[in-house]
């Protein structure tokens, strides 16, 4: 089956600099890649997602990468602000199943 | 508005004692899923349907148990509550499953005494 990893489980910056989250993936028929961010006591929600036929996507402060080749995709948010605080998880999913995997999350702290 | 809905948002219940979890939707959508969430880890999935076709996790406890009696309601069933089994437990939705975007419930906590 999928197996997510994440890096790092936690990342403290500073508002206003850029964040970055990776994560690998080891399904090659792997081939949709959503982020969630979830505040503390609420549901997780979709931010951006990135399906096997792109690299790179961006919405805003936030953009996703995908190498398919290195089974490797980021995400990050430029101009970070205090409400970007949360944890974030990638996962990844498609391919033979309708399931999910996720990874362990990155803890999220912006600065003032 | 709602797209998923979970009832109750917070839920107590005494160790041993069944207790029922719901989750409805108005997006018709034919995959429903259950997660288990613990302080601090990523949702673990306990099982899904697709339309009826019932999808267990492999280390899903026997304990925990799903209906879907239609295309708009999920239950999740704990027949024995263990203190172990105190949550977040979320519903998810998603159109057809195969790479699509899951929406989330807000989630039912449930303390067990």
């Known amino acids: 089956g999928e197996n997510v990893e994440q890096h790092p489980s936690t990342l403290s910056v500073q508002e206003g600099d850029s964040a970055v989250i990776k994560c690998t993936y080891s399904d090659s028929a792997s081939n949709y890649f959503p982020w969630y961010k979830q505040e503390l006591g609420k549901r997780p929600q979709l931010i951006i997602d990135i399906r096997s036929n792109v690299g790179e996507k961006k919405d805003q402060r936030i953009a996703v990468t995908l190498n398919k080749t290195a089974k490797h995709f980021s995400l990050h948010i430029t101009e970070t602000q205090p409400e970007d605080s949360a944890v974030y998880f990638c996962a990844g999913g498609g391919g033979s199943n309708y399931k999910l995997t996720f990874g362990k999350g990155t803890l999220l702290t912006v600065n003032p | 508005d709602a797209m998923v809905i979970q009832n109750p948002r917070y839920q107590v219940t005494q160790f041993g004692k069944p207790v029922t979890l719901s989750c409805s939707q108005t997006?018709?959508?034919?995959?429903m899923y259950w997660y288990q969430q613990k302080s601090s880890q990523a949702p673990k999935l306990l099982f899904h349907?697709?339309?009826?076709?019932?999808?267990n996790e492999a280390d899903t406890p026997d304990n925990f148990q799903s209906r879907r009696p239609n295309t708009s309601f999920c239950f999740l069933d704990i027949r024995s509550p263990g203190l172990g089994d105190a949550a977040m437990y979320l519903c998810?939705?998603?159109?057809?499953?195969?790479?699509?975007?899951?929406?989330f419930g807000p989630g039912t906590r449930l303390l067990v005494l």
């Open positions: 349907y697709y339309d009826k076709d019932f999808n």
């Open positions: 998810a939705t998603s159109r057809d499953g195969d790479g699509e975007t899951q929406y």
């Open positions: 997006l018709n959508h034919n995959v």
